[in-house]
């Protein structure tokens, strides 16, 4: 049995969270859940976004799925998901982009995941503010250690999964020295991996590439801000961020979770797409080595995505929440 992380999140995030528990559930998934919470929710309740209990949680159980957390724009608490991934060094944001069967999008026969450094770059918090000049200046602070962690870790997964290349996408043309320290490090990579095809493209090109061909991308590491954007347009290539999973890896911890928002305008409705949580889930699944599990859950939910009118309203079906979750669990 494996004891994980559960973190439903803000608005939407309940809801979702049910129908993920609800599907493992029924498919008797060895998983015994330890649910803690944070965001807007638990400041509303405590006064704490991210308490200590959720800390102490992540610590014990290594892992954990986690629901869409509201964090305040502009001013406040910094972002509770990049305090997460900062402090426990889940320098690898994963992100897979596949279009399924079903889902209508503008493209066919994509199948690329994005590794996306976590940790640093312009999302370091490095930060200053000259308030007599109104000069804002933000640090974009790239190390060779970071680097040289996200580039191996891109082509190991390649390797591991019979991926053929690996694409690096950057700015060193412009950022002479934060973008070439990255395109080093991912030079250095490729050597230890021969059979991967490497390949740099500047991070224009490869947004436009994205748009005129998206099929030719395998594996694609980038830094964190490239990456923040670049995984957001791979999602719009096959449907959009409620059928994308994500997961943020690192050497001791796992976090897997909905890459997107908390939605508070629909929460409550019974209105929300629980496929990107399932999918998150299905990666956490394939983490502790659950296969068999995740491939029979796969298998339900590729199905039920076939027959549109069993699919909430995004997808173009009239299904709510649980009733999508339930045409899932009818075909395990």
């Not at 986690?66 to 060094?89: A, C, E, H, M, W």
């Not at 982009?97 to 995941?113: A, F, M, Q, W």
């Not at 999973?245 to 928002?261: C, L, P, Y």
């Not at 305008?265 to 019974?270: F, L, T, V, W």
């Amino acid at each position: 049995m494996h004891v994980v992380t559960l973190i439903p999140g803000d608005g939407i995030g309940p809801e979702i969270t049910k129908a993920v528990t609800d599907i493992f559930s029924a498919a008797q998934v060895p998983v015994q859940w330890d649910e803690q919470n944070a965001g807007q929710t638990t400041f509303n309740q405590s006064g704490e976004l991210i308490p200590a209990a959720l800390l102490k949680s992540l610590e014990k159980n290594k892992v954990a799925l986690k629901g869409p957390i509201t964090t305040p724009v502009g001013k406040g608490f910094r972002s509770i998901n990049v305090t997460l991934r900062q402090k426990y060094d889940l320098y690898q944001n994963v992100r897979p982009s596949k279009t399924t069967p079903g889902v209508h999008t503008r493209y066919e026969g994509i199948d690329l995941v994005l590794f996306r450094e976590n940790t640093e770059g312009l999302y370091s918090g490095l930060e200053v503010y000259d308030e007599r000049l109104g000069i804002a200046d933000s640090f974009n602070r790239i190390t060779m250690d970071g680097s040289r962690k996200i580039c191996r870790a891109a082509f190991a997964f390649a390797a591991k999964h019979g991926r053929k290349k690996v694409t690096l996408a950057h700015k060193a043309n412009i950022l002479k020295m934060a973008g070439t320290l990255m395109l080093n490090a991912c030079k250095e990579a490729a050597t230890e991996f021969p059979q991967i095809v490497f390949e740099d493209k500047i991070i224009d090109n490869m947004c436009m590439q994205l748009v005129n061909k998206p099929e030719q991308f395998d594996v694609v590491v980038t830094t964190n801000l490239f990456g923040d954007i670049l995984s957001d347009l791979c999602a719009g290539l096959v449907g959009g961020l409620g059928v994308v999973a994500g997961a943020n890896i690192g050497d001791e911890m796992a976090v897997f979770e909905a890459v997107h928002g908390s939605a508070p305008d629909i929460a409550g409705q019974g209105k929300a797409n629980p496929t990107a949580l399932l999918r998150s889930a299905l990666m956490l699944l394939r983490h502790l080595g659950e296969h068999a599990k995740a491939n029979q859950i796969e298998h339900a939910l590729d199905a039920t995505l076939l027959r549109q009118e069993e699919c909430t309203g995004d997808l173009g079906g009239q299904a709510s929440t649980s009733q999508f979750a339930q045409h899932i669990i009818d075909k395990l």
